[in-house]
């Protein structure tokens, strides 16, 4: 990924083919919608038009015929099947334009089963992040304390060497411990994790900022960041006679 790249889905998340086929499904349809502001047809053939719903229906079996793993893929699935639900165009055209996040806060304007799904949808989306940071804070923690325990038998090391006297067998065995602790303990990981997974509101875009920063892993974490920006502000506006029921 080049440094400005803005990155929809991590390539190595475990539902990257359901991941990247809702974004195929989700770049065709916002721009077939672009096309709603621009008078006249579209300038497409009919052969053009029945390549286009071939390829649509391919990708869309992507993401519906794969079996989901993790709260991510199964949000996709049923953010996919929403517009099936509740046919209003501004529903469809707002998901794959604007995101799950801006369908969530319009949310009043879609009947029972609609705000169900997309209820359902964004809690997945909390839950993976939720995830990815505990597990984050766990593997940290553990890192943080197989380097003290590394101090304190360095420490005990260095006294001993310096009284002259020879170190003891349990404190030649704790050093070897504490340096196979240490080699087994990485956050690195984890963090990368938590960076390229999405933040669903602006608390865990906060928190997951704030840690990137501590652990001098901003540039990394920039593209990811923009990501979450461009999913947080995304925003549907409604006629106003809808605007007025969702108010």
């Not at 804070?137 to 002259?164: D, H, M, P, Y």
């Not at 875009?205 to 540039?219: L, T």
Request: hydrophobic letters at 45%.
């Amino acid at each position: 990924m080049s440094a400005c790249a803005i990155p929809a889905f991590d390539a190595g998340h475990p539902d990257a083919e359901i991941l990247e086929a809702f974004e195929k499904v989700r770049a065709m349809r916002a721009h077939s919608y672009s096309f709603d502001d621009i008078p006249g047809d579209r300038p497409y053939t009919r052969e053009e038009d029945d390549a286009y719903d071939a390829e649509m229906q391919e990708h869309e079996l992507g993401v519906l015929d794969n079996w989901a793993t993790t709260p991510t893929g199964v949000a996709v699935r049923l953010a996919l099947a929403l517009p099936v639900i509740n046919q209003e165009r501004w529903v469809d055209r707002g998901l794959m334009s604007q995101g799950i996040s801006a369908v969530y806060h319009a949310r009043k304007s879609l009947d029972g089963h609609g705000q169900q799904i997309i209820q359902a949808a964004f809690e997945l989306l909390h839950i993976e992040f939720e995830q990815a940071f505990a597990i984050y804070k766990r593997s940290s923690a553990q890192l943080t304390n197989a380097l003290k325990l590394k101090s304190i038998v360095e420490a005990e090391c260095f006294r001993v060497a310096r009284e002259g006297e020879k170190p003891s067998d349990w404190l030649t065995g704790l050093a070897e411990i504490s340096e196979v602790i240490e080699e087994g303990t990485c956050d690195s990981e984890d963090l990368a994790v938590l960076v390229s997974t999405l933040a669903p509101d602006w608390e865990c875009y906060r928190r997951k900022a704030q840690i990137a920063i501590s652990e001098g892993f901003a540039s990394e974490a920039a593209p990811w960041l923009v990501r979450d920006v461009n999913f947080l502000t995304g925003k549907i506006v409604l006629d106003p006679p809808a605007a007025a029921e969702a108010a």
